[in-house]
């Protein structure tokens, strides 16, 4: 008897954070998983932790914004781990300024590697989804959707993110691909360690303070994350799409 062969996932910005634990909770459901990040010595670490726990991965350099090189990775990742079917769009950086302060490039490179990084990520892949009548797309976006001050540049793409989920959710759905949205509030990475040293602030203070805004009193880490994209991407998930999670231990923090 033959073994069906894994469904394969690709995680952005996979080399730590958010990413990482995404993409060992999708290779622990039994996805071959895709890491991508910006260099891919960087992806070495979150490869080999697949490996070790007896899963199959491939690092693949790539900036998500910049359509040759998606175009070369997606077709590497189709060649040696298969078609991929799960995409999901986690690569991120900030640029926060007030806006009087923000610079053109502070924006031009969050919209860059946010929603130009998820357009062409998204488009490179559909066209396996569409063919394997089966796909899932979850896109991250941030409580900062909703309006954060200090980040006019992060909070337009986070809630741009929200259309462009439902607008896919609405063209590929019957081809069997759901497309979702992951809003998260406060998640302990390097991304939130670099926000507090910018406001010149400790960071265990800083948590401490945070998880006294949350309602389930605590700072969220990227598992709480990870767990819920393997929701999404479940084959009991099916009947969900175009919706926005937020993770955020309450309503909004
Ligand atoms: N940490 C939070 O509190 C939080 C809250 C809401 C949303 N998010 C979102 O979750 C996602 C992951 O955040 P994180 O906290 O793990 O961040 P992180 O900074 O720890 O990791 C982001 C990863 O993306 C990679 N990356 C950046 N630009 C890239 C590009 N052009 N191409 C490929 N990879 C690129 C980085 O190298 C890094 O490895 C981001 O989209 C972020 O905006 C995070």
């Not at 070790?52 to 990775?73: P, T």
């Not at 923000?102 to 357009?119: E, I, K, N, P, Q």
């Not at 910018?198 to 709480?224: M, T």
């Given at each position: ?11 952005t ?43 199959r ?44 302060k ?33 796909g ?18 992060y909070?337009?793409?986070k ?95």
């Amino acid at each position: 008897m033959t073994e069906t062969p894994a469904r394969v996932a690709i995680v952005t910005g996979a080399a730590r954070g958010i990413g990482a634990a995404t993409a060992l909770r999708l290779a622990a459901d039994g996805f071959a998983v895709a890491v991508i990040d910006l260099d891919e010595a960087s992806t070495a670490g979150t490869v080999e932790a697949i490996e070790a726990a007896g899963g199959r991965a491939l690092g693949v350099g790539a900036d998500v914004g910049d359509a040759e090189q998606v175009q070369a990775a997606v077709d590497r990742i189709a060649a040696e781990l298969g078609p991929p079917v799960v995409l999901v769009n986690n690569a991120g950086v900030t640029r926060d300024n007030m806006l009087f302060k923000m610079t053109d490039a502070d924006w031009d490179l969050v919209m860059h590697v946010h929603l130009r990084g998820s357009f062409l990520m998204t488009r490179a892949c559909q066209r396996y989804m569409v063919d394997a009548r089966w796909g899932r797309v979850v896109n991250l976006s941030s409580t900062s959707a909703l309006g954060n001050r200090g980040q006019a540049n992060y909070a337009t793409a986070k809630a741009g993110l929200q259309g462009f989920t439902k607008t896919l959710a609405l063209e590929l759905g019957k081809f069997g691909v759901t497309a979702n949205a992951i809003a998260p509030g406060f998640i302990q990475t390097e991304m939130t360690k670099a926000t507090a040293e910018r406001l010149g602030r400790d960071w265990d203070e800083y948590v401490a303070e945070r998880a006294a805004a949350i309602p389930v009193a605590r700072g969220g880490v990227p598992e709480d994350i990870a767990h819920t994209v393997s929701f999404f991407v479940s084959e009991g998930a099916g009947f969900v799409s175009g919706q926005v999670v937020y993770v955020a231990g309450g309503p909004r923090t």
